[in-house]
């Protein structure tokens, strides 16, 4: 099984930076998903991590540690737009099932 | 390309009553996956399919829940009979291989929100 932990909620302002981390208990893992959830919205890919280290993707970068079962996603440049609940997905090594943590909802303040 | 198709986008019935969601994924993507999302929670994983076989139901409600993907396109997930506990988000995705992959993830519909009322 799986047990994934993220804060609930966090609140930054525009431009500023933010760090939401995710934290991981599981028996077989293969990866790591970061997805954004816009409010009554579907959830949408944000980035995949398999190996450690850091992966940047524009204003957005994600993190992970297999050995420390951690991983955290980093917004740069805090816009409104980022108002949004970040989903943290761990990939299993069966078939590849993902479960999801239930999400940190990050507000953006002028 | 066309994303995830889902319907219907909203429905309200009484509890007891029967309730069916339909779901079209992208085409070519063999994987397709139900999750129900819970308001204030993350998706849980009801069952998940390659192409028209079940690979994981083990979440799944069977005595109440049942899903089909029987010529391994689109899919639909029924309710029968609903209970006040099943209002939430359904979330069909879909992936072009098992468990998703680095650039897309999963691609996700919009959902249908259920309430039972």
């Known amino acids: 099984g799986q047990n994934i932990d993220q804060p609930t909620e966090m609140t930054a302002t525009e431009g500023a930076i933010v760090q939401i981390n995710c934290t991981y208990q599981t028996s077989g893992f293969n990866g790591l998903f970061w997805y954004q959830q816009h409010a009554g919205e579907a959830p949408t890919f944000l980035s995949y991590n398999v190996l450690d280290g850091l992966e940047e993707k524009g204003r957005f970068s994600s993190f992970l540690s297999r050995s420390k079962g951690y991983s955290y996603l980093l917004l740069k440049e805090l816009q409104m737009k980022d108002s949004a609940s970040y989903l943290c997905?761990?990939?299993?090594?069966?078939?590849?099932?993902?479960?999801f943590g239930d999400g940190t909802t990050l507000t953006v303040k002028p | 390309e066309a994303g995830v198709a889902q319907s219907p986008r909203y429905k309200i019935i009484e509890k007891r009553q029967s309730v069916a969601f339909w779901c079209n994924p992208i085409s070519g993507h063999a994987t397709l996956y139900w999750y129900q999302q819970i308001l204030g929670q993350g998706p849980k994983l009801l069952i998940q399919?390659?192409?028209?076989?079940?690979?994981?139901d083990s979440q799944l409600p069977k005595d109440r829940f049942s899903a089909e993907r029987l010529k391994g396109v689109d899919s639909t997930l029924k309710i029968q009979p609903a209970k006040l506990e099943d209002s939430a988000v359904y979330l069909c995705?879909?992936?072009?291989?098992?468990?998703?992959?680095?650039?897309?993830?999963?691609?996700f519909g919009s959902g249908t929100r259920l309430t039972v009322v």
């Open positions: 997905a761990v990939r299993d090594l069966n078939a590849g099932k993902s479960t």
């Open positions: 995705a879909s992936s072009l291989n098992s468990g998703g992959d680095r650039v897309y993830g999963y691609t």
């Open positions: 399919f390659q192409n028209n076989g079940v690979v994981d």
